[in-house]
């Protein structure tokens, strides 16, 4: 019966261990592909800037000819901007139904995105603003496999949507060997020794188009071997339907459907990206860990079975004190006292079963230990493979980020010069130039600034968090700097945080905010520390212009405002590091109130001061 439970309790836990690790698994794959998702939106964006200037001329046609889009050539119009782009490019009229009326891209002549509901409501949304909206590289309807890079602006009078689309071969290649799902799927194999094959499919229920890797031929090839095609079709469409994962247990092998969509609508093809992956999982591991232990207690089973008969024959035939001592050490030993030895009784035969007992107790012993032993190996692999897997997913996401900076963003403002220095190349006025000049000299601050946010950014997480005073980092981050600009007053800041050496940072830049947003009183800053019964809260207030409430999350994120839009998003990622969080709670009109919430195991009284 002991043997049962024991049996029993271990194949709970492999069964347990089994499930975690798909579950970890399914976790990383769900942080890749968003990860991917967000790389790819980034790399997209690329041609945005000459798209919207070539549609905002093409705007300016429309309205010169008297908002009669037939006075538009739009053949004429392609050949005059095609040197701006690599390969080709083709420009588009939808009208109020969503219908194209006009292109220069014959295939496309009158097709309807009416059949496409979510695409045909964000048209709408478009032709109803007044902005430049930029697209992802999205399969041509008609002509499929001819990826295409799609902007769209709306004309004044609301209309019509002027579109343009742009194809080339070598940035859609390139696009492919930097963001490949066969490189996405070969990752995770190696993750999980219990996954055999990783696939990825599209809404149409295509396999992603790249072909399998040598090193992984598994990927998208070797799927009809677990699941019949009939039923992936059904499951599939099911998964798209629903947008949420299924899973078919076929005994043997347990297939795991993923749905994975962008999170945010950002692009009008957005509806149309998601992408479902199906995992294959054996069980064969599992089985013969199973099979290994079911054999050990088998053996002490079987073992427990002949030592009670073989004592029930000697006890029927030998009915005598020393015989009733041993049984007495054996029940003692079965009960789970295995270090309970057998008692001298001066009989030499039972002695002698007395002896082989103990020896078969010191070899049941010796596997328990060695049973042991390796659990604990397993839980401590587990353990540094979690670590391991926090720190990848740390890792991916700081050099994700900061790629994207350093070779997108930077790329942008490049692209930005180049479009004034022509600008003023091409201009006979000279107050002109000068405009232009300062435009470039603008844009070649934004890139310095840039920059210094990179190594910034690089270097947060490395050199380890360590206690510091709050009061000396403020005084560090804000008296000295900006002594002559700011009115700085603070109290009760006697206080140790546990963080980044980044922490100054965070101050500093709260301060220049305050300098070149605030306005007027912006200048007068108080910093307080306030203790709680969940946590400690570290208070920043100016007296400045503050911030609407529509923008109050909206600051933190990368890029936004009217800055580069990367130092409140450098202090959420610095605070980020040991646990803290921030958030803006101030009024519009009577300045800022940023409020962050340090753990109560990141701060602790300054006895030493």
């Known amino acids: 019966m002991l043997s049962l439970i024991q049996y029993n309790s271990v194949a709970s836990d492999l069964q347990g261990q089994f499930s975690d690790e798909i579950s970890k698994t399914d976790l990383i794959l769900n942080h890749s592909v968003s990860v ?3 790389a790819l939106n980034l790399y997209d964006s690329r041609y945005d800037y000459e798209m919207e200037m070539v549609l905002s001329r093409l705007s300016d046609n429309y309205v010169k000819s008297g908002n009669d889009i037939e006075q538009i050539n739009l053949t004429g119009f392609k050949e005059e901007i095609s040197p701006i782009f690599p390969g080709d490019v083709d420009l588009y009229v939808i009208n109020s139904d969503n219908i194209i009326e006009k292109t220069t891209y014959d295939p496309d002549i009158y097709l309807n995105f009416n059949e496409y509901p979510e695409f045909s409501k964000s048209l709408n949304n478009i032709r109803n603003n007044s902005r430049f909206v ?22 004044p009078d609301h209309r019509y949507i ?14 492919r060997d930097v963001f490949s799902y066969e490189k996405l799927g070969s990752s995770i194999l190696e993750i999980n020794p219990d996954l055999l094959s990783i696939s990825f499919f599209n809404k149409k229920l295509d396999p992603i188009s790249e072909l399998p890797s ?81 054999i050990i207690h088998m053996s002490i089973t079987l073992f427990a079975v002949i030592l009670a008969i073989l004592f029930a024959i000697y006890i029927s035939g030998h009915i005598s004190r020393p015989l009733e001592q041993v049984i007495e050490d054996i029940e003692q030993i079965a009960r789970g006292d295995y270090h309970h030895g057998i008692r001298k009784t001066g009989g030499t035969d039972i002695d002698r079963l007395g002896h082989s007992v103990e020896l078969m107790v010191q070899k049941i012993l010796f596997d328990i230990e060695m049973i042991q032993r390796g659990h604990e190996e397993i839980a401590a692999e587990l353990v540094r493979r979690k670590e391991a897997e926090e720190a990848l997913i740390i890792v991916n996401n700081k050099l994700n980020n900061l790629s994207s900076i350093t070779r997108h963003d930077i790329l942008n403002q490049v692209t930005c010069i180049r479009g004034y220095a022509f600008l003023a190349e091409n201009s006979t006025d000279t107050e002109e130039s000068v405009i232009h000049a300062r435009h470039i000299q603008r844009i070649s ?17 490395i050199s380890g968090s360590s206690w510091q005073n709050l009061g000396h980092v403020i005084h560090r981050a804000i008296s000295v700097p900006f ?20 922490l100054q940072k965070v101050f500093y830049n709260l301060a220049d905010n305050s300098l070149t947003h605030g306005g007027p009183g912006g200048e007068r800053v108080h910093i307080s520390f306030e203790k709680t019964e969940t946590c400690g809260i570290i208070i920043y207030e100016d007296q400045g212009m503050g911030i609407s409430d529509s923008d109050k999350e909206l600051i933190f994120e990368r890029g936004y405002g009217t800055g580069t839009g990367l130092g409140l998003f450098l202090i959420r990622e610095i605070l980020a590091i040991t646990g803290m969080t921030i958030k803006e709670n101030g009024l519009r009109g009577s300045g800022v109130r940023f409020e962050i919430h340090v753990p109560p195991t990141q701060w602790k009284e300054d006895s030493n001061n």
């Open 36 to 38: 991917l998702f967000e």
């Open 134 to 155: 930029a697209d992802q590289w999205v399969d041509s309807i008609n002509t499929p496999g001819y990826y295409r890079k799609y902007a769209y602006f709306p004309t």
């Open 162 to 175: 002027l579109e343009i689309g742009v194809h080339s071969d070598e940035f859609w290649q390139a696009r």
């Open 214 to 294: 040598q090193d992984h031929p598994s990927i998208n090839s070797s799927l009809t071997h677990y699941i019949t095609i009939e039923d992936l079709n059904s499951t599939l469409i099911s998964v798209f339907t629903h947008k949420e994962g299924q899973i078919h247990d076929t005994g043997s092998y347990l297939i795991d459907f993923q749905y994975f969509t962008i999170r945010r609508n950002i692009t009008p093809s957005s509806s149309e990206m998601s992408v479902a992956s199906v995992l294959v999982y054996s069980r064969d591991n599992l089985n013969r860990s199973l099979s290994t232990y079911l």
């Open 445 to 461: 601050c934004l890139i310095e600034e840039m920059i210094a946010f990179s190594r910034d950014y690089q270097t947060i997480g």
């Open 483 to 502: 002594s002559d600009r700011i009115s700085l007053d603070v109290s009760g800041t006697n206080i140790l945080i546990l963080a980044d050496p980044l």
